[in-house]
């Protein structure tokens, strides 16, 4: 409240609809669920990264999305897989102790080769 026991405001206590700054713009979001890179943090479609889990203490990766337990989202390029490796971001996203170990999803990646 103002000093003259007024709320400030708008007039009428009219409300602002909306976000700060948009109008009539709705953000552009791809088709279909979104993750998060572990790597490079980029928010992309589900279907452009890569699944990885942890096995007995070791990174494996999960194309078909079909292996149990909690997984993390990584691109299949080597720069984000080095990325996350340094942050230290697969056992955080995995919510597991110590570093893991990712010769799989590295070698995994290697031999998928570019993306056409």
Avoid: K, N, Y
């Avoid at 708008?10 to 602002?16: H, L, M």
């Avoid at 909306?18 to 713009?25: E, F, K, M, T, V």
């Avoid at 990174?59 to 984000?80: E, K, N, Q, W």
């Avoid at 996350?84 to 597991?96: E, H, Q, W, Y």
Wanted: aromatic share 0%; with cysteine; glycine share 12%.
């Amino acid at each position: 409240m103002s000093p003259g026991g007024q709320r400030r405001g708008r007039p009428g206590g009219a409300r602002r609809s909306g976000r700060a700054g948009a109008l009539d713009s709705q953000p552009v979001r791809p088709p279909g669920p979104v993750r998060t890179c572990v790597g490079c943090r980029e928010r992309v479609a589900r279907a452009d990264l890569l699944r990885v889990v942890a096995v007995e203490g070791r990174l494996v990766p999960d194309p078909a999305r079909r292996l149990p337990g909690r997984g993390a989202s990584v691109h299949p390029d080597p720069h984000c897989i080095d990325l996350a490796d340094t942050r230290r971001a697969f056992p955080r996203a995995l919510r597991l102790p110590g570093p893991l170990d990712a010769s799989a999803v590295r070698a995994a990646v290697r031999d998928a080769g570019p993306p056409a």
